[in-house]
């Protein structure tokens, strides 16, 4: 099981940005995947996520309106588009995959099986 977040970097207040993650080595159209994110000296934290169907989609109320989560079931890909970008929507990004969370825990980092490596994102004038 391999998840590949990548498309993170520098960008200033207002900007946009797109994360992507890439996955191969399980059946992901069979899987939720979420996104996460942590500051320095802090917790990981929820950021949406979206289950095997895209009918249940979760967002933190921090980015809700702002960001947008999407999955290619035939790219093995899931999105995170960011808009409106905030200096406190800085951290590293963390993709993540779960085929048995249940919809209570979608938001707990420590239910997700699978986890990418980070990619980072700042957010700075």
């Known amino acids: 099981v391999q998840l590949q977040a990548y498309g993170g970097g520098l960008v200033q207040p207002g900007d946009s940005l797109k994360l992507s993650c890439a996955t191969s080595?399980?059946?992901?159209?069979?899987?939720?995947v979420a996104w996460f994110r942590q500051a320095p000296g802090k917790e990981r934290e929820f950021v949406a996520a979206?289950?095997?169907?895209?009918?249940?989609?979760l967002y933190a109320d921090s980015v809700k309106g702002r960001f947008t989560i999407s999955r290619d079931n035939a790219e093995n890909t899931v999105y995170l588009q960011m808009n409106s970008l905030k200096p406190e929507d800085s951290a590293v990004y963390y993709c993540?995959?779960?085929?048995?969370?249940?919809?209570?825990?979608?938001?707990?980092?420590?239910?997700?099986?699978?986890w990418g490596q980070g990619t980072q994102v700042t957010v700075s004038s």
């Open positions: 979206i289950r095997q169907n895209s009918a249940t989609i």
């Open positions: 993540a995959a779960s085929s048995t969370i249940i919809l209570s825990s979608l938001r707990t980092a420590s239910m997700w099986n699978y």
């Open positions: 080595g399980f059946a992901f159209r069979r899987y939720a």
